[in-house]
């Protein structure tokens, strides 16, 4: 059977404020289940986020597993490790996470670090025989279909597939829930120095209605004239 994983994260509710399960993330785990498939759900991060993260047990995967990479660890980094030790066929995730840095990046690096191909914007994934057939959505509307690579690719979510996890509604309570710690290296982030923000400064000239009241300039000396005194005006001469 062809192995599936699909990255979650916690992100939190507009309304209440709570954590949750993003919304391209529970579509990601949908669509593999429509698939037939039975995707393994996988997070970098707390074990705190098991809570949240359990909805997608609702969804149909079988097992959440938890990298605990402490406060300081990359999660991109454990995501490599335990990815190119697994290597599962399909991996699946939203296009962005709702909270961190570069989040829309992590596809793309998982991709170019695992020799996987990344396609974006998938909106159905379905089996063909002995391969997978993809369709994703472009620009304008239209539909693409392709086929997966023998390798496995990394699959994002187009935001039009999130209306597909209404109304699939599993028990949250089956399936099992792992956390190990991991050794990760130190998140990037951290050895930048934190530094407060600062105002940017004003325009320099408030935007104007420029139209009517011009005047027919007959020569160039007379056009060179007007464009040294707009200059004057603005203070950038």
């Known amino acids: 059977m062809t192995r599936c994983t699909v990255l979650v ?21 949908s669509l593999a289940v429509r698939g037939g498939l039975e995707p393994r759900l996988l997070h970098a991060g707390s074990p705190d986020a ?5 909805r997608g047990l609702g969804l149909g995967s079988p097992a959440l597993d938890i990298l605990d990479v402490g406060v300081r660890g990359d999660p991109l980094a454990a995501l490599i490790a335990h990815l190119q030790g697994d290597r599962p066929e399909i991996i699946l995730c939203g296009a962005r996470a709702e909270a961190g840095e570069c989040s829309g990046m992590v596809p793309h690096r998982l991709g170019a670090a695992l020799g996987r191909t990344v396609i974006t914007r998938c909106l159905d994934l379905s089996r063909d025989g002995a391969s997978w ?13 392709l086929g997966l690579p023998p390798c496995g690719a990394v699959l994002t979510l187009a935001t039009g597939a999130i209306t597909a996890t209404l109304g699939s509604r599993w028990d949250a309570d089956r399936g099992t829930v792992t956390a190990w710690p991991v050794d990760a290296p130190d998140d990037p982030r951290h050895a930048r120095p934190a530094r407060p923000s ?30 040294l005194a707009l200059l004057d005006e603005i203070g950038l001469r």
Do not use: H, W, Y
């Open 133 to 145: 057939i993809v369709r994703t959505r472009m620009s304008g509307g239209t539909r693409r279909v």
């Open 198 to 227: 600062r105002r940017l400064p004003p325009p320099i000239a408030p935007p104007r209605d420029i139209a009517g009241g011009g005047r027919v300039l007959k020569d160039a000396g007379e056009g060179a004239e007007a464009i």
């Open 9 to 29: 994260s916690t992100g939190r509710n507009p309304v209440t404020g709570r954590p949750r399960l993003p919304p391209e993330e529970a579509a990601a785990i």
């Open 50 to 54: 098991a809570l949240a993260l359990r």
